[in-house]
C-alpha cells in the first residue's frame, strides 16, 4: 500500500513499528489514529500502545477520521489531548 502511495518500497522488517517501539524504552509517546482509518487501522495502534515500555503513554482513537485527516476530524479534541499529554509530563 505505501508503495503505492509513494513509489518508495519498505522492507518490512526496517518499517516494522511494533519492533522500533520496544527499543523506545521509558520515553513519553502519544499514538494517535483515525477511527475509520484502512491504512493503520485503530487496532494497529492499540498494539502498538500495548506494546510500548513507557509510563508515560497515551492513545487517542479520533472518532470519523481517516488516515491523514484526524487533526481536521477533531481539531479541539486533538489539540486538547497532545496539550493535556504534554502537560501530563514530568
Known sequence: MYYA????????????????????GPRPILFISGEDDKICPPENARIMFNGAASPEKGLLIVP?????????????LYESTVVNFLHSLP
Open 5 to 24: 502511495r509513494t513509489g518508495i518500497w519498505l522492507d518490512g522488517q526496517k518499517a516494522n513499528a511494533l519492533a522500533a517501539i520496544s527499543h523506545i
Open 64 to 76: 470519523h477520521a481517516d488516515h491523514d485527516t484526524t487533526y481536521s476530524a477533531a481539531p479541539h
